[in-house]
């Protein structure tokens, strides 16, 4: 790192320092001879140094004859130097940038000096394991040793992912520099290891918000045991670091124009603003349209079929699925392709009914309900049929609904409407593999000109691995924190009238979804 | 604590809060909603919590409905969190400072809520078991566990001193919460642990001039295992901590006016200036004015003579000691008195040598060499006379004679001249217990108008204090250290030439001192 000040420094930055020799002239204690370096090339005006580490830095420092690479973290409010290695080591410098969701883990290893992505990986929360959501972990976090245990599996899992990593490369932890995580604000407590009692009972207390830079060593994680870690402060209980990571990565707080950002992951979370103002709320959207909750629902991964096309003439189903294998369930862009085909198609009608007066052989009943076979137990992976019922359906429309009125309330709430949002960024899997012209069909999405969506993929991920390359992102993300407004959305009866119209397909009011074709 | 902003603050000091309950209009995290409020009474941009604490803290919070105290560590670079008491623990808050010389520690407790000193006490160095000198402690400190030896010797003096005040009042450790502490830069290093191999080894490097604050946990004090402990830099390996404590206590870097501080512990630190510029220079003048070279000599304390006259005419000598008893010795004032009233008395000649042409019973022999009678064996402590040897003159003439050397130079070295000097602080035992006149008889001090002189005690100690009680002096501290710069004194022809001038009594230019009356 040469010319630091030319670019944006990462979270950890490693500097080779060539100190000229103590002398009678230049008599400044070692240390401080280091650290005036280190302040002449980055402008700082503190470095801390953990006291616990000086007498073996300074031996090092002369045994190396003042030639030595400075680790720093750059983290706010002050730079901490974490190490001081003999000669030059600024080649090897890795960090960790991780999407903690409910669900999934997703992580990219970044080469620090080379501002390249050199690993990405992603998994299911080992969590699951104890209790498939929120609820149920918070449960068992109260249990004894159950905060400790939800703590340790993710832990154990991202040190995996850091170990292979360094075993495949010949790497010491003490290359991999620092750790940014993004997830939501349950996860992060669990993560912590802070009890989340209070974080889903009224009034929805988190333990703590913004946490002040840890160590790797802090919660045993397996990088340089010094090395940063840098955790997106929450904004309350039900907006999480993984949303600020989202605003930040999708430049939202930049915008002039009315802008939104909706990320559905287990939960649905929007925040709406601009430069001005930033207002966010969440509510239960999420399950169904991440495919966790329908019968044959499984998240997006091999075999999920993602993507469905009927015919509205023959009424023939063509399927599409993730990896080379046969169907084994579906995701939820699937799900939303199929409801959205099959309304089109007629086989649902406006009120979210099977409509099983246009013929096929692919009306069948189980359990005396009505379902939709999308693929006969000869072709899945499972040897089972995947189906679609009513109740799935049912479901699906209920988050679809909630999506759409957690929306439109939100909007509202500020004397706006919908269709004077400007920018409209979609996070989360789901941004990324939703068809949006099919989420407007369903009344998923509203009805805005399409260059207006920005599909951004998974902005908590990139968000955290954006912070990784650029500390500077820090006082940026501290200012959104501090800007955005919560709004608890009241269930009133408002909200319940606005949620019922939302229930049909694409809504009751046809006027708000002018583009969406009639169904045959 | 109820007005902060109005007074300054201690370096710990405690907040009472009684905060807001949480509600779902105000779902500030638990922990925000505690800096949140400690923010505003402050006026703090940013204060740390150290994260393994943050759990029970907060479950303390939740237990005690919102009504804590918090403690507060207000060190530089950031204010830190230590402690989240239940309900209001505001009275009781105390710390220590500590003046942590080679010979001698100096300790004061204050009350930091009352602004009060509520203990005070001094005792040996212990580490002068192991070594009487700076030199004999460094060697000891490269032999193995030597270094801890010297380190846990001082530690557990300390703590003995906490322990003693805790229980015999009742509290805990952790009513303690914060420790001071100014030294010379090689007692610093012993006490922190910290290699001092190459403090007296050309070029004389520190490991660490300038440490960031610690907790007590990281020494092994009795004190709140996360209380700030606070250790005055040091500029050099030969200007340490003391001498910082002791510019910013006398307030040279505030006068308009050429000013001098003259530190007289086992080394003599001299530092001038004003408040545009300050030069610091040190030198081995100190052991014979502390008393600790003389064959008979000790350091203040029962027992030890500290004050002599003897009648020009009949040469009668009248004695003051410290305390009750007998005396035992002859302290660093009591020498100088000595030798200016053997002066005036013609007993000693220009020259600094006996004169025994001036009858008197107490010149005797001691080994073949002259010797004066202080006191005969029978009125002694120790059943030993106690005696005055020309060895011993000699000793205390060179000291004398490279203190005034010591101060030409500097002077001099920036175009000045001794009466030019308008403030001349005097710190150190030496400074309290020493009379000026004698001094300047004996040509040790030089021959201003005796206003200009301000003896102000262990300014080292009182320094610590004051910082105890008013955290805003670290930045003034900061800058002092930043400012000073170090005069390496070069003992070249010209110095030498200065230093056997200074020899006589009290100078050959006897201009230099036209107020001191020539002898009989």
Known sequence: MNSPLEKSLPLAAKFYLELPRPSLRDNTADLDRVLRQLKTLTGLESIQVPFDQISAWVRRLRQADYRVTAALALTLPGARLFDLEPGDTTATAFGLAVDLGTTRIACQIWDLQRREMVFETDFDNPQTRFGPDILTRIQMAEKPEGLRTLQEAVVQALNRVLRDFTGSRSLRPENLLALTLAGNTTMVHLFLGLDPYALRREPYIPVVNTLAPLSARELGLALHPLGPVYIFPNVGSYLGGDILAGIQFSGLHRQDALSLLV????????????????????????????????????????????????????????????????????????????????????????????????????WVEVDGQPAFLLAPAQETQTGRPIIFTQVDLDILLRSKAAMYTILTTLVQSVGHRLDEVENFFVAGAFGNHIDPEKAITIGLLPDLPRERFRPLGNTSLKGAAALLLDQGRQEEIRRIAGAITYLEMNVNQDFMNRFSAARFLPHTDLSLFPSVPRPL
């Open 263 to 362: 990320d559905v992951g287990t939960n649905a979370e929007v925040v709406l603003g601009n430069s001005q103002w930033l207002l966010g709320c969440a509510g239960a959207a999420g399950p169904a349209l991440e495919g966790g909750v329908a019968a044959m629902g499984m998240t997006a991964g091999p075999g999920a079929i993602e993507k469905i096309r009927i015919d509205p003439g023959t009424l023939e189903v063509r399927r599409q699925q993730i990896g080379t294998g046969p169907p084994a369930g579906i995701c939820g862009s699937g799900l939303i392709d199929l409801v959205a085909e099959m309304f089109t198609a007629g086989l649902i009608d406006i009120r979210g009914k099977f409509n099983r007066k246009v013929k096929t052989e692919r």
